[in-house]
């Protein structure tokens, strides 16, 4: 089993920042990482993904404001958050893959708020 703790959710004002860490249990290396989000009555809805070799891909409503990133070094992926803005609020969701350890597994979430 792998745990993932993520922290770095909060309370922010729109147009401010924020930046999400999801640390694993493991050894990261063949690992992919993504971030979804969900709020309150909607489907969790995936905001960036990162390979493990670095390949990265964004939602269109976060390309320019967002970026994924990862410290093999320290078993962590990160989520830069610019620009925030209220529709960004919801739990935010980090997520391992690892094809040829063969598991996936799901962080417990961690909140961000952006109010106007």
């Known amino acids: 089993q792998v745990q993932l703790v993520e922290s770095g959710g909060g309370l922010v004002q729109a147009g401010g920042s924020l930046k999400l860490s999801c640390e694993a249990s493991?050894?990261?290396?063949?690992?992919?990482f993504t971030w979804s989000r969900q709020s309150p009555g909607n489907q969790r809805d995936l905001v960036a993904s990162?390979?493990?070799?670095?390949?990265?891909k964004y939602a269109d409503a976060v390309a320019d404001r967002f970026i994924i990133s990862r410290d093999n070094s320290k078993k962590t992926a990160y989520l830069q958050m610019y620009n925030l803005k209220p529709e960004d609020t919801g739990v935010y969701y980090c997520?391992?893959?690892?094809?040829?350890?063969?598991?996936?597994?799901w962080g417990q979430g961690t909140q961000v708020t952006v109010s106007a």
């Open positions: 493991t050894d990261i290396t063949t690992s992919a």
């Open positions: 990162i390979t493990d070799i670095g390949t990265v």
């Open positions: 997520r391992i893959v690892d094809y040829r350890k063969d598991y996936d597994y």
